[in-house]
């Protein structure tokens, strides 16, 4: 499992997908439901991934700097690293980010708890037609072949107003007043993301000579798109990818891993492995930062 925070530069940036269409096809679309898939001896071949681009486990580690937070007299140090990695691959690991570790705990831990639950109770959060956030079980519905093994619950946050509770609204409205609790957490793990981010915006800042508040107040009060990955056991993890090959469209992503091996990384015409490190963020530069 993986939580993401993804700042867009306009709140309808979406995931990318698939490129292909159900407009003609008359089958009835395929349910990703993990506790019924998972007993089956072989997985539906709407998720066979084709011979190219499945996945393989013997890839080279790829060398990402680590980004220490902690210490003003590392500053100009960790920005210089910053514009290094951006050149090459626009990866970096930031450690002692202030973020603690038991908010992340209960991240993970609720995320679990969510996905955890029968689909009609996912379900109840179902993504409606045209926005970005809500429950989504694969690209079922929508898509026929080269189907991601995942199931994700996407959820906005905005920083304009102070004091918003955008993210718990958003979970007692939807879900109810049992999850309450849920939407706390997760309200309080989005605003340590926004101050984080506008935090490595400085450095971003500063790799690219600019002074350091630059892309802060261009950034201070936008909004960020959160989304939970759920990654189910696979039978056949061989045959099927979680994510398939993309780019993140926004303009900064900030990732956190669980012990699960899995991120990897398109550099110098061959991919490599991103290993999973509970003390720090990944964080990756998206296309519109890139431009």
């Not at 003609?24 to 439901?33: A, R």
């Not at 398939?244 to 891993?257: F, N, R, V, Y």
């Not at 015409?269 to 519109?288: C, E, M, R, Y």
């Amino acid at each position: 499992m993986a939580i993401i925070c993804t700042t867009p530069t306009s709140p309808a940036e979406k995931e990318q997908e698939p490129k292909q269409d159900l407009e003609n096809d008359q089958t009835p679309p395929l349910i990703f439901n993990p506790s019924l898939l998972n007993v089956q001896s072989q997985i539906p071949n709407q998720f066979i991934w084709p011979d190219k681009e499945k996945p393989s486990i013997d890839i080279p580690e790829l060398n990402v700097p680590f980004i220490d937070l902690s210490s003003q007299d590392t500053t100009l140090e960790a920005s210089r690293l910053i514009a290094e990695a951006c050149t090459k691959h626009g990866f970096f690991l930031v450690v002692n980010h202030g973020v603690s570790e038991s908010l992340i705990s209960d991240a993970h831990r609720y995320m679990e708890s969510f996905f955890d639950m029968p689909l009609a109770g996912k379900q109840r959060a179902q993504r409606k037609p045209g926005e970005s956030w809500g429950y989504a079980s694969s690209f079922t519905g929508r898509f026929s072949t080269k189907l991601p093994w995942k199931e994700t619950l996407s959820f906005p946050f905005s920083n304009e107003i102070s004091g918003s509770r955008t993210v718990q609204d958003y979970f007692s409205g939807t879900l109810g007043q049992e999850f309450e609790q849920f939407g706390r957490v997760y309200q309080n793990y989005c605003e340590a993301m926004s101050s984080l981010s506008l935090e490595i915006m400085e450095l971003l800042g500063l790799s690219l000579g600019i002074k350091k508040d630059h892309f802060r107040e261009f950034f201070e009060e936008n909004d960020s798109i959160m989304r939970l990955n759920h990654y189910p056991p696979c039978q056949t993890p061989d045959l099927t990818l979680g994510t398939g090959p993309h780019c993140d469209p926004s303009s900064l992503t900030i990732l956190h891993q669980d012990q699960v091996n899995g991120l990897q990384v398109f550099v110098d015409n061959q991919w490599q492995s991103i290993l999973p490190n509970p003390k720090a963020f990944v964080v990756n530069i998206g296309d519109t930062f890139m431009v």
